[in-house]
């Protein structure tokens, strides 16, 4: 799946599954934001 990247003016990061609408997951760092939004979509495909 693809993982979208934004950066907020902030500082914290938000990684994003366009393929999945709501699944998103902030981090202070992009590999924080990344494991984060991983293991998320693990959770949602196993409720699926």
Same mark, same amino acid.
């Given at each position: 799946?693809?993982?979208? %990247?934004?950066?907020?003016?902030?500082?914290?990061?938000?990684?994003?599954i366009p393929d999945?609408?709501? +699944?998103?997951?902030?981090?202070?760092?992009?590999?924080?934001?990344?494991?984060?939004?991983?293991? %998320? +979509? %693990?959770?949602? %495909?196993?409720?699926?």
């Open positions: 799946m693809k993982i979208e %990247l934004e950066r907020e003016e902030a500082g914290r990061w938000i990684a994003e999945l609408p709501g +699944v998103m997951a902030y981090g202070n760092s992009r590999e924080e934001a990344i494991s984060r939004v991983k293991a %998320l +979509v %693990l959770r949602v %495909l196993a409720d699926s």
